[in-house]
Structure formats: C-alpha cells, structure tokens
C-alpha cells in the first residue's frame, strides 16, 4: 500500500505485524527500528546475546523488497571487505571496482564491536554521507541505505569498543531485553517446528514505498518551540556534572527528525513535547560519555538524561 501524507501507518503496521512473526512482544523495540527507517537513520542494537538482535535486523530485511548483505565482522575483516576495492580486470585490462559489503540497501553488521577499529572507521563516510570512496572514486549506495549494528555490551574479551565518532553515527540505540515467561513459551512454540519462523517471511513493501514514506518526513510541522525545546534538552547534556561528553548538534537533529516520525506514526502532522520526551532516551543516550566518577557510582547515561529532563521546562498546549 502506497502511504499517503495523512495515512502513514497501514505501510508500518504491515511491516511490524510481519515482523512480529519472528520477534516475540518487543513492539517498542520494532516501532523504534522502523522510526529509524522513516528517518533514513541507522540502528545499533545493544543487548546479551541470544535475545534475538540479529534476527530482529534480519526479520526486517526479509520484511522489505531491498538488496541485503550481511556482514559478520571478525578481527580478520579489513575495509576493503566493506567498501570494497579496485583491482585490473583480466578482460579489459582497466582497473574496475569491486563492490564490497556496503553496496546495498540494508546491511547487517553483525557484532560490529569485534572487528579492528580501522575496519569500524570504514563505515564512518558510508552511515553519514550514504557514499564510499575507493582510490579516489566516489560511488553513491543504493537507496533507501540503512545500516543494522549490533554488539554484546558485556564480552569485553577481543572486542574494540566503538569511538565516540562512530557512535553518534548511529541514529538510535535499541536494548531488547529478556522476553516474559509468556513470550518465552510462545518463542519456544514457534521454533518447535520444522521450520523456523523467519524462513516463512515475505516482504511486505518495496524500496519506492519506503522512499515515498521518508519523503513525507519533512511535511511534519515544528515549531519554534519544539525546536527551543530539544535544544534546551541537548544543551543541558553539553554542561552537566556526571557528563564528560554531551550531545552534538548531530543528536539534536537526530531527536528532532525522530520526534516528526513519531508524530507522523500517530496520525499527526505537527509534533507534541510527548513525541520530543517519548524519543530523547533512545536517541540521545549513547551520545553521553559518563565521567569517571560517575562510572565507579554505577550510574548510567540513561538515568542522567531522564533526570536531567525533568529540569528543562516542557512547553504547553500544541508546538
């Protein structure tokens, strides 16, 4: 179904009810991965493993009628496996560009944090600017191009944390967490079988959809005080005392654009502080860099930006 600038969410509703035929009652979780979508952002998926991250990045790429390659990133795994090489073709003599990994529409970078950083520094230019450069020769990606990290937060044993540079490219951060004893047993059911559930997946939308959908992003109206207000909330993570490291105006932007899809999801064309406050967690959080002190207190980012937004005033009534 092609979406329209007031009924965006028939496109969505099919994408998460596919979705949900693999990835048991994490809703939030799939409504934020498909709000990155909407805002041409990429995904870094931080959990223990087993809780199903990369099936629920692959459970999205089944979902839509898009290129995707999936890389398994090792310590061996060097750039040129991601953006790919030049090299002398046999048949014309001439050199001609090999295409790596990243050459297509949505990629899974499958525990990003065990690859060298030189390797994780090769997907800097292709997340912010949606190109690569090979020798000198710029080649755009297909589009619409969304990257699906993830990474196990507690190995920490031949893993190379990703920089501060590398996280702000990521749009937003999603936890997937343990499911219920109810959803468990419903995740056991359904892998009883012969099959498993996401071989039975078929997509549900095409590349136009989606770009039509991204496109209708920037029809929702903000304000000048939606804009004050992530302002506000940014610049409070800038000067805090737990914080070695605030938000860059990269995050601001990010909050913003995925404020608008919230809002866009819910049937409106304008955003509410509802929708500025619902996305700010996800959003700006991995931005944070703690102090030390902070660390050794065991306080996380997430706490400190919660408590710091309930010391910016929210503005009243429509934004």
Known sequence: MQPT????????????????????GKDDAIELMLIALICRGHVLIEDVPGVGKTTMAAALAKSLQCSFKRIQFTPDVTPSDVTGFTMVSLKTGEMEFK??????????????????????????????????TVDGVTHRLPQPFMVLATQNPVDFVGTYPLPEAQMDRFFLRISVGYPSVEEEIDVLERYSGQTTPIQNLTPVCGA?????????????????????????????????????????????????????????????DYVLPDDIRRMALPVLSHRLILTPEARMKGVSAQQVLSQLMETVPVPTGRL
Do not use: F, W
């Open 99 to 132: 295409p790596g990994a990243v050459m297509s529409q949505i990629v899974l970078a499958d525990e990003i944090n065990r690859t060298s950083p030189k390797t994780q520094s090769s997907l800097l230019e292709v997340m912010e600017e949606g190109q690569v």
């Open 208 to 268: 136009e959809e989606i770009i039509a959908m991204q496109e209708q992003l920037g029809t929702v109206y903000t304000s000048r005080e939606a804009r004050s207000y992530v302002a506000n909330i940014v610049a409070q993570t800038r000067g805090h005392a737990a914080l070695q490291l605030g938000a860059s105006p990269r995050g601001s932007i990010a909050l913003l654009r995925a404020a608008q899809a919230c809002a866009l999801l819910s049937g409106r």
């Open 5 to 24: 600038p007031t009924q965006p969410r028939p496109l969505v509703y099919a994408l998460q009810q596919n979705i949900r035929q693999v990835i048991v």
